[in-house]
């Protein structure tokens, strides 16, 4: 009983398991689609949105695609980013899991972007809300 209840609080801990920006290994070059707004200088009528993945147990294997209105940019694995410069305006940041046998799963979340502006958002699988994607 004793060894189930650990294997529960391991399991448990590492799905909460959460990655910072600062830690996260940034996406390479053959997982980004529109490789025009990733991983540079934004530009004066640009900001910076970085969509981070979550180190967790839970979906380890899966790849989650990234899509910033309805146009899919990158593909992220376990506790990766992705740094997107994002022309000014409002904007659909949509996270898909299901391309790879995982189930299928969506979560969307609006950003603002301003000249200069910096979001960072955060993609996690919670034990009971499932897919999420909201600011870090």
């Given at each position: ?7 529960v ?8 398991a959460t ?19 990733w ?5 004066d009528?640009?900001?910076?949105v ?6 967790q147990?839970?979906?380890?294997a ?6 910033v ?7 992220l694995d376990?506790g ?6 994002l022309?000014?305006?409002?904007h ?16 969307v979340h609006r950003v603002?972007?301003s000249?200069?502006?910096h979001?960072e ?5 919670g034990?009971?809300d499932?897919l999420?994607?909201?600011?870090y």
């Open positions: 009983m004793r060894i189930l209840l650990m294997v609080t391991l399991l448990l801990t590492f799905g909460c990655t910072s920006p600062q830690s996260a290994e940034e996406v390479s070059a053959e997982q980004v689609f529109n490789q025009s707004v991983n540079r200088a934004a530009s009528f640009e900001g910076t970085v969509v981070v993945r979550a180190s147990f839970t979906g380890i899966c790849t989650y695609s990234i899509l209105d309805g146009n899919e940019m990158a593909s376990n990766q980013k992705v740094t997107l410069n022309i000014e305006g409002q659909v940041i949509s996270v898909q899991m299901g391309k790879d046998g995982c189930g299928h799963s969506y979560a603002q972007v000249p200069g502006s979001e958002l955060l993609i996690e699988v034990n009971f499932g999420t994607i909201k600011p």
